[in-house]
């Protein structure tokens, strides 16, 4: 075959028929043996084929790749695509809205509409009043058919521009526009309607052990704890004789005490080992050990004893000078100083 490497045909060297000569069989037979042999060959791009027997050759002779499997009729009218997912050509399917006419793709009804409509910044597309086409609204527009007020358009909302309903109880809110109604609403009660039965109500309600308030006592003890100055039992809780050293008296003894001194005067009741009675002593509270003198009446005045019978003890009679004794029998001598009291 007489084609040369860029696929060009020439025909057999010595066929070509010399003018008033005998055409020989042999070169005759030559070139149409060669010509029946090129026309059964895949006739080369250059001469407009495909230089290829084959489809899947043909593609890629002519560039077009692997397409498998090839595009069929699909006996509608649709849009070639390739789908890389198949590694294949197929038809994009119509849809409501789009038609094929002859060469053409057209929009239909709606979309042929909204196609038209003119493109404006920040504007929307919405249905029309009639609800029957298709318009463009301006941001002002878009707000009234959505129901928006003046409050859309606000960063921030403050006093001076809320005018919403008062927000409910349930969702945060107090229900009302005034404190006086929130407080009512709360079931609060306003600061001005306050009493004082209101306050100690509301205190004797959370008053008890632990509550840290006990309104009805003062430091944790109720008022039947304290003494009247009018009328008043001082009831001590000690039933011993004073006690001697160290510095706390047995029990709870009354007691009155020097702000600036550790000097106090501490009394109390002895009801124990068959002795009954009342004591009074001074001595220091740091020191028990440490007793001080008791004066009675020290400006002068009597001191009277069961009754009408005053003893007098001048102002001479001290601790270190005299003596007072006392029983139901009078010594047999008396020293200078010395007092003698005597009971039946």
Not at 9 to 36: M, Q, R, W
Not at 118 to 139: H, Q
Not at 298 to 303: A, D, R, T, W
């Amino acid at each position: 075959m007489s084609r040369n490497g860029s696929g060009v045909y020439s025909l057999p060297a010595g066929t070509a028929a010399v003018s008033g000569e005998t055409i020989s069989s042999t070169k005759f037979n030559t070139l149409t043996g060669d010509l029946e042999a090129d026309a059964n060959e895949a006739r080369p791009i250059v001469a407009g084929g495909t230089g290829s027997a084959t489809a899947s050759g043909a593609r890629s002779n002519l560039g077009f790749g692997p397409f498998e499997p090839l595009l069929t009729d699909p006996d509608a009218d649709g849009i070639a695509f390739w789908d890389d997912s198949a590694d294949a050509f197929d038809y994009l399917t119509l849809g409501t809205g789009l038609s094929i006419t002859d060469t053409t793709l057209s929009l239909d009804g709606d979309l042929a509409t909204l196609a038209g409509l003119t493109v404006a910044t920040d504007n929307f597309i919405a249905g029309n009043a009639a609800g029957d086409a298709w318009e463009v609204k301006t941001p002002a527009q878009a707000r009234t058919s959505l129901g928006l007020g003046a409050l859309a358009l606000l960063g921030s909302v403050n006093n001076s521009n809320w005018s919403g309903t008062d927000l409910a109880i349930a969702n945060g809110g107090t229900g009302a526009s005034t404190a006086g109604d929130a407080l009512t609403n709360l079931g609060a009660l306003p600061a001005s309607s306050y009493t004082a039965a209101d306050v100690r109500s509301k205190l004797q309600s959370v008053d008890g052990a632990g509550s840290n308030i006990d309104a009805d006592q003062l430091d944790g003890v109720e008022g039947s704890g304290y003494a009247r100055v009018t009328g008043a039992t001082f009831t001590v809780t000690n039933n011993a004789a004073p006690t001697a050293s160290g510095t706390s008296r047995a029990g709870s003894p009354f007691r009155v005490a020097a702000g600036d001194t550790t000097l106090v005067l501490d009394a109390g009741i002895e009801n124990s080992g068959g002795l009954v009675g009342a004591w009074v002593q001074v001595s220091l509270s740091s020191d028990l050990s440490d007793n001080y003198a008791l004066s009675l009446n020290p400006n002068g005045g009597g001191v009277r004893i069961n009754g009408a019978t005053a003893v007098r003890v001048n102002s001479g009679l001290t601790a270190n000078s005299g003596l007072i004794t006392w029983g139901t029998s009078a010594p047999a001598t008396l020293q200078e100083g010395e007092l003698y009291l005597r009971y039946a």
